[in-house]
């Protein structure tokens, strides 16, 4: 029997089985990755999206696929994670914007929504490369628009997305050298197939239900008897429906009513986050301008006193989530810095920052982490430092849902990141502020070490798992046994003539003895520069490397 319309309760089985199929599969699709570099992550970053993506869409609780559609949307942008992951929230963000108000999508309705969603991934990225996640989704999108316009019905529509997404997948090493190098097709292209190929068995009735009753993540904080004396007890969040809610005017308005305030969404759907001392006014007061579901109100105060006696005296860092720093100030400009490791982040708040993002190579945060962060500066102006290429994007997006004045220093890496925070001024004119940080990201060279996760040859060198690899300008370009061995010979390789100082931050995996001995050792190698070394303690990477 045809099937010629979807459904909310069909659109919500298809993610909820893509979702468990990307977390089973994430390895393999990790693997995929060019770099053997231990924080190849684009089935982790895809997997924690879709997550997201699940947990809101739990929240609906009719059958219009327009609500689904936006609730997934919501979900992906808010738990977006690396690159891929900004890029696959965007893919739902334009499908949402095309089953907005709709009841259900017919086969033609959901082809031209899978267009919309590759038309909005596509804005998203400042310079699209073919041969990535985006190409296999445009050729999935053209395969169903065909089948559409053959009379096909759903299954057969989004069956023939996935026959096209496979062929194109089969193509991007030959649209990507660097792929054909590396003997792989693209890592977020599989990944967007075990998507595609998890919601057809969906479509098909051939997955069991889902059964994963976890709701939304709960972030876990530290318990203290001054919690007792909360302002704000009530942890109060719920989904606003309507038309043209007014995003801005209500996040304008609950900003007397308590703190930590989020208000993200679109004029149909809004998520509110607030912490509240009258509950029932922010509601009340929400509910002038649409419908309200998926409540919940959590007293803070009870959870603490419960928590109290089994609580830990310190809370562990969680990749993604914002580090408080000291009590600040108020200020004019304020910037937010993404790092891991405790040298590191002790490094960045020295120099200024007022808020630690914890993630980078290992585990990239997620844009509501980005966006928390920013919102918990002290100032109406702020500066996003991303210190990693592949969390840009994320960064870009928490830029466009904040309320406040944010810019987006794109710093590629740790060296470039306090390149720029060291050219950072607290107040002035905040375009020639970041304009002089922008030019600081050009003004260092930088390097790293870490190891080999697999076998691979990479731009004429031959690579086995557990080799130390040597890497500038995210490039790999050196190969040996040893961290301090390749240590000498990248900064040998990247060292100039005019070059002033050399910056060593080891990481958890070196000892300060190492570190120094090592340091004295280029040191003598060149006596005419200033050696410093520091403890960086970020994982995974022995030594992080700064010329300038």
């Known amino acids: 029997m045809k099937k010629d319309r979807l459904t909310g309760t069909d659109y919500f089985n298809l993610i909820s089985a893509a979702a468990r199929s990307l977390e089973k599969n994430k390895a393999e699709v990790n693997s995929l990755n060019v770099f053997p570099v231990p924080d190849g992550d684009t089935g982790t970053n895809m997997s924690l999206t879709l997550k997201s993506a699940l947990a809101e869409a739990k929240k609906v609780a009719t059958d219009s696929i327009g609500s689904m559609a936006q609730a997934v949307s919501l979900g992906s942008l808010m738990g977006a994670r690396g690159n891929s992951g900004v890029i696959l929230s965007q893919i739902y963000r334009g499908i949402?914007?095309?089953?907005?108000?709709?009841?259900?999508?017919?086969?033609?309705?959901?082809?031209?929504?899978?267009?919309?969603?590759?038309?909005?991934?596509?804005?998203?990225?400042?310079?699209?490369?073919?041969?990535?996640?985006?190409?296999?989704?445009?050729?999935?999108?053209?395969?169903?628009?065909?089948?559409?316009?053959?009379?096909?019905?759903?299954?057969?529509?989004?069956?023939?997305?996935?026959?096209?997404?496979?062929?194109?997948?089969?193509?991007?090493?030959?649209?990507?050298?660097?792929?054909?190098?590396?003997?792989?097709?693209?890592?977020?292209?599989?990944?967007?197939?075990?998507?595609?190929?998890?919601?057809?068995?969906?479509?098909?009735?051939?997955?069991?239900?889902?059964?994963?009753?976890?709701?939304?993540?709960?972030?876990?904080?530290?318990?203290?008897d001054e919690m007792a004396d909360l302002r704000y007890p009530y942890d109060t969040q719920f989904l606003l429906k309507g038309s043209r809610i007014p995003v801005d005017t209500i996040r304008n308005h609950l900003e007397?009513?308590?703190?930590?305030?989020?208000?993200?969404?679109?004029?149909?759907?809004?998520?509110?986050?607030?912490?509240?001392?009258?509950?029932?006014?922010?509601?009340?007061?929400?509910?002038?301008?649409?419908?309200?579901?998926?409540?919940?109100?959590?007293?803070?105060?009870?959870?603490?006193?419960?928590?109290?006696?089994?609580?830990?005296?310190?809370?562990?860092?969680?990749?993604?989530?914002?580090?408080?720093?000291?009590?600040?100030?108020?200020?004019?400009?304020?910037?937010?810095?993404?790092?891991?490791?405790?040298?590191?982040?002790?490094?960045?708040?020295?120099?200024?920052?007022?808020?630690?993002?914890?993630?980078?190579?290992?585990?990239?945060?997620?844009?509501?982490?980005?966006?928390?962060?920013?919102?918990?500066?002290?100032?109406?102006?702020?500066?996003?430092?991303?210190?990693?290429?592949?969390?840009?994007?994320?960064?870009?997006?928490?830029?466009?849902?904040?309320?406040?004045?944010?810019?987006?220093?794109?710093?590629?890496?740790?060296?470039?990141?306090?390149?720029?925070?060291?050219?950072?001024?607290?107040e002035g004119d905040v375009q020639e502020i970041v304009s002089m940080m922008n030019r600081a990201l050009s003004s260092i060279k930088d390097g790293e070490v870490t190891y080999a996760v697999r076998d691979t040859r990479y731009n004429g060198l031959e690579i086995s798992t557990g080799d130390i690899l040597g890497l500038s300008n995210g490039e790999i370009i050196k190969v040996g046994k040893h961290p301090d061995e390749v240590l000498q010979a990248l900064i040998d390789s990247i060292v100039e003539d005019g070059d002033e100082v050399i910056t060593l931050l080891y990481g958890e995996g070196i000892d300060g003895e190492q570190a120094n001995r090592i340091g004295k050792i280029i040191g003598s190698k060149y006596p005419d520069m200033e050696i410093e070394v520091r403890y960086g303690g970020q994982p995974l990477y022995y030594y992080i490397v700064s010329i300038e």
Request: proline fraction near 6%; glycine fraction near 8%; include cysteine.
């Open 96 to 224: 949402a914007k095309a089953l907005e108000d709709k009841e259900f999508a017919t086969p033609v309705e959901l082809a031209w929504a899978l267009q919309e969603g590759v038309r909005t991934a596509y804005k998203a990225v400042m310079k699209p490369v073919e041969g990535t996640l985006l190409t296999v989704a445009r050729e999935s999108a053209k395969g169903a628009l065909d089948a559409a316009r053959k009379g096909g019905d759903i299954v057969e529509v989004w069956a023939k997305a996935l026959e096209a997404g496979e062929l194109a997948l089969q193509k991007t090493p030959e649209m990507l050298p660097v792929l054909k190098q590396a003997g792989v097709v693209d890592a977020g292209g599989k990944g967007l197939l075990y998507i595609l190929s998890a919601g057809l068995s969906a479509l098909q009735d051939r997955v069991e239900a889902d059964d994963d009753t976890e709701g939304t993540h709960k972030a876990k904080f530290e318990v203290t």
């Open 256 to 426: 007397a009513y308590g703190d930590s305030l989020l208000v993200v969404g679109s004029p149909e759907m809004v998520r509110v986050h607030i912490h509240t001392a009258n509950p029932g006014t922010v509601l009340q007061y929400c509910l002038e301008f649409g419908t309200l579901s998926a409540i919940e109100i959590e007293n803070m105060v009870e959870q603490a006193l419960q928590l109290k006696d089994s609580a830990p005296a310190q809370p562990k860092e969680v990749p993604g989530f914002s580090v408080p720093t000291h009590e600040q100030a108020p200020k004019e400009i304020g910037v937010a810095a993404v790092a891991v490791g405790d040298g590191l982040t002790e490094i960045f708040m020295s120099l200024g920052a007022d808020q630690i993002i914890n993630g980078g190579q290992t585990m990239n945060p997620a844009t509501e982490d980005v966006l928390r962060a920013v919102e918990n500066v002290p100032a109406d102006k702020v500066i996003i430092l991303p210190n990693n290429k592949n969390v840009i994007l994320a960064a870009e997006q928490a830029k466009k849902l904040s309320k406040k004045e944010v810019h987006v220093v794109p710093s590629r890496n740790v060296p470039q990141g306090i390149a720029a925070l060291l050219s950072y001024r607290p």
